[in-house]
């Protein structure tokens, strides 16, 4: 079975310049996160998305955005970029509605704004 | 708030030794789960816990669901050069709550 796929593995912009960064999930999984981790500050939390839904948003500015279609797989956009922006963006998947939710995460997306 | 506290930052080990990590919060958590995280890698899932108490291996590895609910530990035995990683806990206080991540220790392991 196939894990968390995101794509890209690496993306370079610069400053201004908008970046969509996407995700597939684990079959069967409806329920997709996405997280910011930048160097020193850990997980942050950015957005979750449920049956094609927003359910939960971090402290992120509004430029941060993203969108679930309808086969679950999700999209992270950020729009005028900033330097502070360059991170690896992590996406997981869980299968929502179980008491015992895990999320699985995939490799990342590593963004660097030059 | 839902912060998670883990210290150190750092840890270094000798091979074979054994390392406990906790992870603490002022917040009441109903579920805890453990992560590591290698170079260029996504977190992988270590353990989760899910009723106060709770006590859980998997191989080498233990960890314990704190009695109040706001602390949970990992301990690693007899370390192997391949434990060397980020180690994350994160929590969840409610069924449609986020999950809040700890900033992480990371771990070194002399062989």
């Known amino acids: 079975e196939a894990g968390v796929t995101q794509s890209p593995t690496h993306l370079i912009k610069t400053r201004g310049q908008q970046a969509t960064l996407r995700c597939s999930p684990i079959?069967?999984?409806?329920?997709v996160y996405w997280y910011q981790q930048a160097l020193g500050l850990g997980l942050q939390f950015l957005l979750w998305y449920d049956e094609g839904e927003e359910r939960n948003r971090g402290n992120f500015p509004p430029r941060f955005s993203g969108r679930q279609f309808p086969n679950y797989s999700s999209e992270l956009n950020v729009n005028a970029l900033e330097l502070e922006d360059s991170a690896l963006y992590l996406c997981?998947?869980?299968?929502?509605?179980?008491?015992?939710?895990?999320?699985?995460f995939g490799s990342g997306t590593q963004l660097s704004v030059l | 708030g839902q912060q998670l506290n883990q210290s150190p930052q750092s840890m270094f080990i000798q091979e074979g030794e054994d390392v406990s990590m906790n992870c603490t919060s002022s917040s009441i958590f109903n579920t805890w789960l453990w992560y590591k995280q290698d170079p260029g890698e996504g977190p992988v899932l270590l353990i989760a816990l899910y009723k106060a108490g709770e006590l859980t291996s998997n191989g080498r590895l233990t960890a314990q669901f704190g009695i109040t609910r706001k602390d949970s530990f990992l301990n690693i035995s007899a370390s192997i050069p391949s434990d060397v990683g980020i180690y994350f806990c994160a929590g969840r206080t409610g069924a449609n709550s986020k999950l809040t991540f700890g900033k992480g220790i990371t771990l070194s392991v002399r062989p």
């Open positions: 997981a998947s869980s299968h929502r509605g179980l008491v015992n939710e895990k999320l699985f």
């Open positions: 079959s069967g999984h409806t329920s």
